[in-house]
């Protein structure tokens, strides 16, 4: 068995992406222009680093890094939304096309991550199409905006793969803000001590936003370029060692969740072949609500999407051609990004 990662424009239109050795793979719609570029620590890279495309800028490059030496992966997105779209309404998270085989204390562990990230909403006990999904401006570990006008897109604009670890940079998000009705005229937000103190800290960017009023009154359009780094730590996509210690390619039973004490859980008990499926896409509004939108009647309880990133476990039966991604592939179904978010959460609280 072997990993496969794809990705594309909504969960029907994806491809399968190389990994590890910094080559973009790009993402176009009527929604959303951008690129993507995918780290897995412990992995081979898809392709050689003379292979056109390819970046010196590495998997190997990121995970030595000092500031990412505890991450074993990293989703990395730069782009812009072609229109209008509230920071509120923009978000992040997984979805899935079929019930979920959650353990057992499935409810208690789901209150804890609503008591530690507010911003979170769920429904991974859905008996259709479970989901938890996050506001993005709020719950990404990192975070960088520019605007980009016509005169300083090239000079501005953040090198992408990036040659170092991304920094959380929001002292340009005051360009997207619109203050409420009820500020005085001739107010400017150029000066909001709110936006200049979250310049390069992800924690208070985090807080901030959390609260809805706050992402509200921040609009990204097709003049701002966003850049993220979604990794974490927590979960480990490296095979597991045999009994002489070697690690193979055989997956066995999936990934496993690793706990700082040295605690290894493996996932694989709660798989039942779904991939790990990353989505960043639009709120969904009530049909006919204050947006002005008229929402499809469907039975997926989130709107469009703007990218997503599949992680799955396929059959390696030799065959180096790759077909396009589909739900057939075996995958991991338990690996929620907000629960593995609000464990990071929780260990810098502690630390």
Known sequence: MKLRVLAGPNPS?????PINNGQVHPIVSELFEGKVVVYIKGLPPSSSLEDAGASPWNAAAYFGNSERASTTWSIQVQGR???PFSADDVLFGNTFDRPLK?????????????YIDPTLEHDLQSTTKPWALSPLIATM??????RMDTDTASAKQIEFPMKTTLVDDTSELYHCYTPPPTSSPGDTNDGDPSFINLKYLPSPRRSFFSTPEHRRF??????????????YGFLSFTPSPDSTGNIGS?????????ISSGLSFDLGHYWDGQPVRFVCCERKRPRGGSDGRVYPEDDEPWGRTFWCVAIEIVEDDGNEEEEEGNDGG???QIADSDMINDMDKGADDID
């Open 81 to 83: 939304f072609l229109t």
């Open 250 to 258: 055989d997956w066995g039973t999936g990934p496993r969740l690793e």
């Open 13 to 17: 239109a994806l491809s399968p992406i």
């Open 330 to 332: 075996k995958g991991e």
């Open 218 to 231: 921040v609009t990204f359009g097709p003049d701002d370029s966003i850049t993220t780094d979604f990794c």
């Open 141 to 146: 570990p990192y975070f960088a905006h520019r």
């Open 102 to 114: 959650l353990p057992w204390g499935t409810s208690a562990i789901l209150k804890f991550m609503n």
